[in-house]
């Protein structure tokens, strides 16, 4: 891949640098192991570092997509009038932060477990309310994402 265009991916999408960097380490130190023993460099460490900080961000839009769906579901399915504007502004809050985080190279990921995220929310919200909620979510990953 060609600096520039590496650096394009940088700045556009970097939970997809992220993994073509620790697949481009890999492949080098494992096509040229000469250079597992150039200076100090740990290069298992810090191939499997670069894929962590990947992960963190995927981790960081999961978790704020999940309590966007909490909170949607508070909105629609819980009676309690005085915490609507409240949960309407977080609402917000995690829809602008996720503008942020979210990477292009995500929503394949997260079409795949969206079903399982908004399980997870399902949950939180009925044990912290003693309600029941529907088993398919009624919001769209389309409309959830910035």
């Known amino acids: 891949m060609s600096q520039i265009l ?25 096509n040229h192991q ?4 150039l200076g100090t460099l740990d290069w298992d460490n810090i191939i499997e570092e670069i894929e962590a ?9 999961v978790s704020l997509l999940m309590r966007q769906i909490e909170h949607r579901l ?9 915490c609507r504007n409240k949960w309407k502004s977080e609402v917000i809050a995690f829809k602008k932060n ?3 985080k979210l990477a292009p190279s995500m929503k394949p990921k997260l079409d ?3 079903s399982e995220i908004y399980q997870d929310a399902v949950e939180i919200v009925e044990a912290e309310y003693e ?16």
């Open 6 to 30: 590496s650096e394009l991916t940088y700045e556009k999408d970097y939970y997809q640098w992220t993994i073509e960097q620790a697949q481009a380490l890999r492949e080098l130190v494992n």
């Open 53 to 61: 900080l990947g992960r963190s961000e995927y981790s960081a839009v």
């Open 74 to 82: 508070k909105i629609d399915y819980v009676r309690i009038p005085e």
């Open 98 to 100: 996720l503008k942020r």
């Open 112 to 114: 795949k477990q969206f």
């Open 131 to 146: 309600i029941g909620l529907p088993k398919q979510c009624p919001y769209s990953l389309k409309e959830l994402l910035p």
């Open 34 to 37: 000469e250079l597992k023993h």
